[in-house]
């Protein structure tokens, strides 16, 4: 497993963005924006890039495209656990599972061989899993029962290898259930040209922003405060690509 940096675009500066995925540490990416905000072709790019940059021994890519395909190539790095035809809520429900059972399994897996030798632990890819559209999810989880599902994954991810890469037209913070130290979990969060509220409750956790909030913030962001980054081409604050990277969590 190795450190991997997707890129994504650059800054008025020309600096090139990446996403950062470093293994052994708790590092998710989530990814806000409204309908025909782009999230499906950023998907689309994150996905190819890496199948072209990296082995699939370094890296595999599961995935769940449960509003149908979106990418748009063939590669024995990516496993698609989409099932046409099953309904969205069940699709992400059931591919949900059995992320979290690869999650067990490594982590079984990596108990055994701790008593050997770590370099079983070091050999094995790097799991990238993506999930695009998960807010239907928002409105059937009413016992939190997918909820639940995550929080273990999160639990487990940063010892196994793991990371998400989740779209959703709704910020994370409506992930109904999942307690803050894990709404945090993901430390790289991106906002395609939504509303200015949107941008700024997906980016800094301010669920229903207030206007005060919204202009200290607005005022972090042209300042480009560490980790804050807005992609050029895409720079008028109503219209953009904004992100925020934190560094991941190891703990
Ligand atoms: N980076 C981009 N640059 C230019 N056009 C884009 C870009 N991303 C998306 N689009 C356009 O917007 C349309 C909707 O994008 P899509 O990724 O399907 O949105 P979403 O998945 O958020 O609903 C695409 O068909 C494409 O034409
Ligand atoms: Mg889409």
Known sequence: MKEIRIPIGRTANNKVVTIPIVPLYRNHCFIAGEPGSGKSV?????????VKNYDKNEVMVWTCFPQGPVIDFQSESVKDFSVPGKSTEDQIASFIRQVFKEADYRSQ????????SYTELYS???????????SPMYYVDDDDYFTEWIRRILEMSHATGISLIFTS????TR???????????FNIRI?????????LEALYDYPG????????????????????FILHDYSDLESCIVGRIDPPSNI
Do not use: C, F, W
């Not at 094995?124 to 998960?134: Q, T, W």
């Not at 992930?175 to 979990?185: F, N, T, V």
């Open 191 to 199: 906002a395609l040209r939504g509303s200015y509220a949107l941008i």
């Open 169 to 172: 037209q709704l910020p994370n």
């Open 109 to 116: 897996t990596l108990y055994d061989e701790r008593a050997m």
């Open 175 to 185: 992930l109904s259930g999942l307690p803050h130290e894990y709404d945090r979990a």
């Open 42 to 50: 950023l998907i689309n790019n994150i996905i190819k890039y890496i």
């Open 124 to 134: 094995m890819p790097l799991l990238i899993v993506v999930i695009d559209e998960l």
């Open 209 to 228: 922003v207030m206007p005060s909030e919204i202009s200290e913030a607005a005022e972090n962001l042209s300042r480009g405060k560490a980790g804050d």
